[in-house]
């Protein structure tokens, strides 16, 4: 397959997909700054955690650098086949205190990433991380309906929201600004250079090794707290609604655009409806997983939250031949275990 750059590898997502090729004998660049831990205002010993899990691998390098630093992405550009841009601040509510941090690694990083990609003159497969957020508050637009653990979306999207689905005239937050930003840019790199480019606007990913907090990777958080019995406070009423997708079904989407004869694309990608769970109903999976309930606090909304947001997973499953394998209590049960597995790592 060639050698695969991916930013952003000590993350969640990136270190899944470095471990997915690393397994399959292909040689594997990992470049990362090990920021998140600062950006989030937690502990370093999250990202030096899968950044130790990689070292296993003897194809897989470790490259420290930060995306923001054109330097090191020309380096770290040279003679790669396939690129998986997961670089990324990952928290609205940080995007929201600290708007510069969140535009200078998504937005400009994103951009030296493709300007490093065109003038080394070189054409891999670029694989972009993007979010349901570049939608913005438009997903709240929709109708819909109250039921007793959840809100659905009115019949009009009951397959979900398509990649059409408009992205203007309506607030995003600077963390969907600054994504939307690099999902853009990428599709006209695309157009403009005859780049082969996967822009997948992921909705709830999760799994293991993902070190979810309040304010990002919640139903990780949600797990993490029911083990280690800490208290959760829900924003909202708890009856809002995710697809929720685990993640090597995720990656397995990531190779099959790679492996395909698509140009571009753009793809909105995460469980479907049918596989979908709102905030008190994975509350009430993990507590017949677990048999144990944290104690649950309630407060106002946070900005520009949805109260729905469903992928329509049409488009993936046409282009791609690509659907989820795992369900959310298969994927919330592989996700427990970890956590009890490890749980030194959160004490």
């Given at each position: 397959?060639?050698?695969?750059?991916?930013?952003?590898?000590?993350?969640?997502?990136?270190?899944?997909v470095?471990?997915?090729?690393?397994?399959?004998?292909?040689?594997?660049?990992?470049?990362?700054n090990l920021s998140?831990g600062?950006?989030l205002?937690?502990?370093?010993?999250?990202?030096?955690?899968?950044?130790?899990?990689?070292?296993?691998?003897?194809?897989?390098?470790?490259?420290?650098?930060?995306?923001?630093?054109?330097?090191?992405?020309?380096?770290?550009?040279?003679?790669?086949?396939?690129?998986?841009?997961?670089?990324?601040?990952?928290?609205?509510?940080?995007?929201?205190t600290?708007?510069?941090s969140?535009?200078s690694?998504?937005?400009?990083?994103?951009?030296?990433?493709?300007?490093?990609?065109?003038?080394?003159?070189?054409?891999?497969?670029?694989?972009?991380?993007?979010?349901n957020?570049?939608?913005?508050?438009?997903v709240?637009?929709?109708?819909?309906?109250?039921?007793?653990?959840?809100?659905?979306?009115?019949?009009?999207?009951?397959?979900?929201?398509?990649?059409s689905?408009?992205?203007?005239?309506?607030?995003?937050?600077?963390?969907?600004?600054?994504?939307l930003?690099?999902?853009?840019?990428?599709?006209?790199?695309?157009?403009?250079?005859?780049?082969?480019?996967?822009?997948?606007?992921?909705?709830?990913?999760?799994?293991?090794?993902?070190?979810?907090?309040?304010?990002?990777?919640?139903?990780?958080?949600f797990?993490i707290?029911?083990?280690?019995?800490?208290?959760?406070?829900?924003?909202?009423?708890?009856?809002?609604?995710?697809?929720?997708?685990?993640?090597?079904?995720?990656?397995?989407?990531?190779?099959?655009?790679?492996?395909?004869?698509?140009?571009?694309?753009?793809?909105?990608?995460?469980?479907?409806?049918?596989?979908?769970?709102?905030?008190?109903?994975?509350?009430?999976?993990?507590?017949?997983?677990?048999g144990?309930?944290?104690?649950i606090?309630?407060?106002?909304w946070?900005?520009?939250?949805?109260?729905?947001y469903i992928s329509?997973?049409?488009?993936?499953?046409?282009?791609?031949?690509?659907e989820?394998?795992?369900g959310?209590?298969?994927?919330?049960?592989?996700?427990?275990e970890?956590?009890?597995?490890?749980?030194?790592?959160?004490?």
């Open positions: 397959m060639g050698k695969i750059l991916i930013t952003g590898g000590a993350g969640f997502v990136g270190s899944h470095a471990e997915y090729y690393a397994t399959k004998g292909e040689e594997v660049l990992v470049f990362d998140r600062r950006l205002g937690k502990s370093e010993k999250n990202a030096e955690y899968n950044w130790n899990h990689l070292k296993q691998y003897k194809n897989i390098s470790l490259i420290r650098g930060d995306i923001r630093d054109p330097g090191f992405l020309t380096d770290a550009c040279k003679s790669v086949d396939i690129i998986v841009h997961a670089a990324a601040q990952t928290a609205v509510t940080t995007s929201l600290d708007p510069w969140d535009f690694v998504n937005a400009l990083g994103s951009f030296n990433l493709l300007e490093a990609v065109r003038k080394a003159k070189i054409n891999p497969v670029i694989i972009y991380c993007s979010t957020k570049v939608y913005g508050e438009n709240n637009k929709i109708g819909v309906v109250q039921e007793e653990s959840r809100y659905r979306f009115e019949d009009r999207y009951r397959k979900g929201i398509p990649e689905f408009d992205i203007d005239l309506c607030e995003h937050t600077p963390y969907g600004c600054s994504k930003t690099g999902d853009l840019y990428m599709q006209d790199y695309a157009r403009l250079y005859g780049l082969k480019v996967g822009v997948f606007r992921m909705s709830c990913i999760y799994g293991t090794r993902q070190f979810g907090v309040e304010d990002q990777g919640w139903l990780a958080w797990a707290a029911t083990v280690l019995k800490e208290p959760i406070t829900i924003y909202g009423d708890g009856k809002q609604v995710r697809d929720v997708l685990y993640i090597t079904d995720l990656v397995e989407a990531y190779d099959a655009f790679i492996k395909s004869n698509l140009p571009y694309g753009v793809f909105n990608i995460g469980g479907g409806p049918e596989n979908t769970l709102s905030l008190i109903e994975c509350l009430n999976v993990l507590e017949e997983i677990t144990t309930r944290p104690a606090g309630f407060s106002d946070r900005p520009s939250d949805q109260k729905v329509d997973i049409s488009k993936a499953r046409e282009e791609l031949n690509w989820p394998r795992i959310p209590r298969e994927g919330v049960s592989k996700l427990v970890w956590v009890k597995e490890n749980r030194e790592i959160f004490d």
